[in-house]
């Protein structure tokens, strides 16, 4: 990296394909310095120093730590970070048992917040600091029951992304949430051939998310709505 520019860096979580992929390359093509972390090391192509990456794994905390110290080190510093792993969940929150409710909260809230407590004091000494969580149109509405356990979940990680915007109000740090519809994912799969071919791309989502990153402090934006087509109501 040119020692003279300080490139910013953003920590992007499961980078290695889907949405998370999409937003690494988006970030990378716009400059910026990006940590990717996921289970399995991304194929992002040759990015040299500017792109780091550390073993995740929400389920194991120990990761979580060990990856922002890693991105810090190498990177010099944390200027955002993006939650976008997530799992879902096709159980009722009647059929869950606890370890179904535990994991999906585990993955989708409690390692999102977590590894944003670890780079809070990097964020602190940012001048442009971001937090952007990944959420979904599910967390602001239940449309089937079978949904609602992810559901649940969601709306958790929905009010994670304002508490995060609170706590960082008087530190200068802003967060967002991003609450995107079905996109063509492996994620959505299920959905009908015609439909996917409509359906947001995750590229749209990463062209969002890097808007949302570059916006100045001046400009707070709690929530972003993404769907493919319009809904009566969210």
Same mark, same amino acid.
């Given at each position: 990296?040119?020692?003279?520019?300080?490139?910013?860096?953003?920590?992007?979580?499961?980078?290695?394909?889907?949405?998370?992929?999409?937003?690494?390359?988006?970030?990378?093509?716009?400059?910026?310095?990006?940590?990717?972390?996921?289970?399995?090391?991304?194929?992002?192509?040759?990015?040299?120093?500017?792109?780091?990456?550390?073993?995740?794994?929400?389920?194991?905390?120990?990761?979580?730590?060990?990856?922002? $110290?890693? =991105?810090?080190?190498?990177?010099? %510093? !944390?200027?955002?970070?993006?939650?976008?792993? /997530? *799992?879902?969940?096709?159980?009722?929150?009647?059929?869950?048992?606890?370890?179904?409710?535990?994991?999906?909260?585990?993955?989708?809230?409690?390692?999102?917040?977590?590894?944003?407590?670890?780079?809070?004091?990097?964020?602190?000494?940012?001048?442009?600091?971001?937090?952007?969580?990944?959420?979904?149109?599910?967390?602001?509405?239940?449309?089937?029951?079978?949904?609602?356990?992810?559901?649940?979940?969601? $709306?958790? =990680?929905?009010?994670?992304?304002? %508490? !995060?915007?609170?706590?960082?109000?008087?530190? /200068? *740090?802003?967060?967002?949430?991003?609450?995107?519809?079905?996109?063509?994912?492996?994620?959505?799969?299920?959905?009908?051939?015609?439909?996917?071919?409509?359906?947001?791309?995750?590229?749209?989502?990463?062209?969002?998310?890097?808007?949302?990153?570059?916006?100045?402090?001046?400009?707070?934006?709690?929530?972003?709505?993404?769907?493919?087509?319009?809904?009566?109501?969210?």
């Amino acid at each position: 990296m040119n020692q003279h520019i300080k490139k910013r860096v953003a920590l992007v979580s499961g980078g290695s394909r889907g949405l998370g992929k999409a937003i690494a390359l988006e970030l990378l093509h716009a400059g910026w310095c990006v940590s990717v972390g996921s289970r399995s090391q991304p194929d992002l192509g040759d990015w040299g120093d500017v792109l780091h990456w550390s073993p995740y794994d929400a389920r194991d905390p120990e990761s979580e730590q060990a990856w922002v $110290a890693s =991105a810090a080190a190498q990177l010099g %510093g !944390i200027d955002a970070v993006v939650h976008n792993a /997530g *799992i879902l969940s096709s159980t009722s929150v009647i059929d869950a048992t606890e370890a179904e409710v535990d994991d999906l909260l585990m993955v989708n809230v409690k390692s999102p917040r977590r590894i944003t407590q670890y780079a809070w004091p990097y964020l602190k000494q940012s001048d442009q600091a971001r937090v952007v969580v990944v959420a979904s149109l599910a967390g602001k509405r239940v449309r089937t029951a079978e949904a609602s356990l992810y559901a649940l979940s969601k $709306a958790a =990680a929905l009010s994670l992304a304002h %508490g !995060i915007r609170h706590c960082g109000d008087k530190e /200068g *740090i802003r967060a967002t949430a991003i609450c995107p519809g079905f996109i063509a994912t492996d994620m959505a799969e299920q959905v009908p051939a015609d439909i996917q071919a409509k359906i947001t791309r995750p590229e749209d989502v990463a062209t969002v998310v890097r808007t949302v990153l570059s916006l100045p402090f001046t400009a707070s934006i709690a929530e972003i709505p993404i769907n493919w087509q319009v809904e009566s109501e969210y």
